[in-house]
């Protein structure tokens, strides 16, 4: 950043601290609503839980309007993703680390373009066409789980289930493994939260997590070399386009982000969407009246209103200007998922749960742009399947006041109480 550039004093209204993110999704966009009307991208400090101390870092632009977030994602020749300069996490993040853990999403053009499409080249057809498949039965075992055992948490017993599942299969992780999996994952996203991470250091908490991930991940693309399998591992081990392949640094690199973007954001779309519908009985009874033709519309508004991931950053590598604000080259910009799918421009009555809201421009799966979320076929197969099974199945199912994870990363229900 340069040292020329004279700052605005910081805004009132402040999005930076363990306080603000400690308030209801509802609360907390009483204060997005402001800027939104008034200063949709402010200056604002630092935002707490950063990993690593930056001298440096004086504050970041808030985006928090819905056709702001849509232009920053779309203008990647501006709008870095790259780790040197910041990477695409809220808070500060040693670059290593984020390399070492976000693949893709922390990667410009043309080194962007090149790695996605020897990725997708692995989800072939037919591979999704098995995967399909494999979840429509999975679904089905999780509510016969459920009815055998019966109710106590809906996230351990169903949200969390067909994720963790889901990626297992498809990437060929050991049962053994799946475990030590999920708990890695749970380092990862949840190390704002002090009821999860307790006295241990976050910095702590996040390396080992990644470090479970990379063994699993080593360990599988070891075993995919000298005896491949019908699975998605081999498919990245043995993925080619004009004579060039992954290296296991990218592999697991790779591995990481499907492992977190996978499990958490089918996870905690599941739960809010199941809350909303219990909180809804009246879009719950219009889905189940005719649920083939409905899902797909109640998916979109699962998604924009659980906005799974709440924040993403970018680094500006030129003086622009977004939303009538100038901004410098260096400056760090961050999106607010969130407040964008509530934006009352754009959203008739934001806060209604509506399942045939049309249109539904939503940001829940990234406001578009090269960066698109590639696994977004596999969560709607998911979510229409495990949707079918619970409803028709358990028709009287009921939900309590969830718990959240306390954090600005991922919009995270820790616990919430099922019966039936």
Same mark, same amino acid.
């Given at each position: 950043?340069?040292?020329?550039?004279?700052?605005?004093?910081?805004?009132?209204?402040?999005?930076?601290?363990?306080?603000?993110?400690?308030?209801?999704?509802?609360?907390?966009?009483?204060?997005?609503?402001?800027?939104?009307?008034?200063?949709?991208?402010?200056?604002?400090?630092?935002?707490?839980?950063? +990993?690593?101390?930056?001298? @440096?870092?004086? #504050?970041?632009?808030?985006?928090? $309007?819905?056709?702001? /977030?849509? &232009? *920053?994602?779309?203008?990647?020749?501006?709008?870095?993703?790259?780790?040197?300069?910041?990477?695409?996490?809220?808070?500060?993040?040693?670059?290593?680390?984020?390399?070492?853990?976000?693949?893709?999403?922390?990667?410009?053009?043309?080194?962007?373009?090149?790695?996605?499409?020897?990725?997708?080249?692995?989800?072939?057809?037919?591979?999704?066409?098995?995967?399909?498949?494999?979840?429509?039965?999975?679904?089905?075992?999780?509510?016969?789980?459920?009815?055998?055992?019966?109710?106590?948490?809906?996230?351990?017993?169903?949200?969390?289930?067909?994720? +963790?599942?889901?990626?297992? @299969?498809?990437? #060929?992780?050991?049962?053994?493994? $799946?475990?030590?999996? /999920?708990? &890695? *994952?749970?380092?990862?996203?949840?190390?704002?939260?002090?009821?999860?991470?307790?006295?241990?250091?976050?910095?702590?908490?996040?390396?080992?997590?990644?470090?479970?991930?990379?063994?699993?991940?080593?360990?599988?693309?070891?075993?995919?070399?000298?005896?491949?399998?019908?699975?998605?591992?081999?498919?990245?081990?043995?993925?080619?386009?004009?004579?060039?392949?992954?290296?296991?640094?990218?592999?697991?690199?790779?591995?990481?982000?499907?492992?977190?973007?996978?499990?958490?954001?089918?996870?905690?779309?599941?739960?809010?969407?199941?809350?909303? +519908?219990?909180?809804?009985?009246?879009?719950?009874?219009?889905?189940?009246?005719?649920?083939?033709?409905?899902?797909?519309?109640?998916?979109?508004?699962?998604?924009?209103?659980?906005?799974?991931?709440?924040?993403?950053?970018?680094?500006?590598?030129?003086?622009?200007?977004?939303?009538?604000?100038?901004?410098?080259?260096?400056?760090?910009?961050?999106?607010?998922?969130?407040?964008?799918?509530?934006?009352?421009?754009?959203?008739?009555?934001?806060?209604?749960?509506?399942?045939?809201?049309?249109?539904?421009?939503?940001?829940?799966?990234?406001?578009?742009?090269?960066?698109?979320?590639?696994?977004?076929?596999?969560?709607?197969?998911?979510?229409?399947?495990?949707?079918?099974?619970?409803?028709?199945?358990?028709?009287?199912?009921?939900?309590?006041?969830?718990?959240?994870?306390?954090?600005?990363?991922?919009?995270?229900?820790?616990?919430?109480?099922?019966?039936?």
């Amino acid at each position: 950043m340069s040292a020329t550039v004279t700052r605005p004093p910081y805004d009132e209204i402040e999005l930076s601290s363990e306080t603000f993110w400690s308030r209801s999704p509802r609360d907390r966009d009483r204060s997005f609503a402001a800027l939104r009307a008034e200063r949709p991208v402010s200056w604002q400090p630092k935002a707490y839980g950063s +990993l690593m101390d930056d001298p @440096e870092d004086s #504050g970041y632009w808030a985006v928090v $309007r819905h056709q702001d /977030v849509v &232009a *920053v994602s779309k203008n990647d020749a501006v709008f870095s993703s790259d780790p040197d300069l910041g990477g695409v996490m809220f808070e500060d993040v040693p670059a290593d680390l984020l390399r070492e853990t976000q693949s893709i999403l922390t990667m410009d053009e043309p080194r962007h373009a090149r790695t996605r499409a020897l990725v997708a080249s692995a989800f072939s057809p037919r591979q999704i066409r098995l995967i399909e498949g494999q979840i429509r039965q999975q679904a089905t075992a999780i509510v016969d789980t459920l009815l055998d055992q019966g109710p106590v948490d809906f996230v351990e017993q169903v949200s969390k289930r067909l994720p +963790l599942w889901t990626i297992s @299969e498809m990437v #060929g992780v050991p049962l053994q493994d $799946r475990e030590r999996m /999920v708990t &890695a *994952v749970d380092d990862m996203v949840g190390y704002n939260d002090p009821e999860y991470i307790g006295d241990r250091d976050p910095f702590m908490c996040v390396l080992e997590g990644a470090g479970v991930l990379h063994d699993i991940a080593q360990n599988l693309i070891e075993a995919r070399r000298s005896a491949p399998a019908d699975d998605l591992m081999t498919a990245l081990v043995q993925a080619e386009i004009e004579g060039q392949r992954l290296s296991d640094e990218e592999i697991r690199s790779y591995f990481c982000l499907l492992a977190v973007a996978g499990n958490d954001t089918t996870r905690n779309t599941t739960s809010h969407g199941m809350k909303a +519908l219990c909180d809804n009985p009246d879009q719950k009874a219009l889905l189940l009246s005719d649920f083939d033709r409905r899902i797909p519309g109640a998916i979109e508004e699962f998604m924009r209103w659980a906005t799974p991931v709440m924040t993403f950053r970018r680094t500006a590598r030129a003086a622009t200007v977004l939303g009538g604000q100038e901004i410098a080259a260096g400056d760090k910009v961050v999106m607010f998922y969130s407040s964008a799918n509530r934006d009352e421009s754009v959203f008739a009555d934001p806060w209604r749960f509506d399942i045939s809201r049309n249109p539904n421009p939503h940001v829940g799966l990234g406001g578009g742009g090269v960066h698109y979320c590639l696994g977004q076929h596999v969560a709607r197969m998911q979510m229409r399947s495990l949707f079918r099974e619970v409803l028709t199945r358990v028709p009287d199912l009921r939900l309590g006041e969830p718990e959240y994870v306390v954090g600005h990363f991922v919009n995270a229900i820790k616990r919430m109480p099922v019966s039936f």
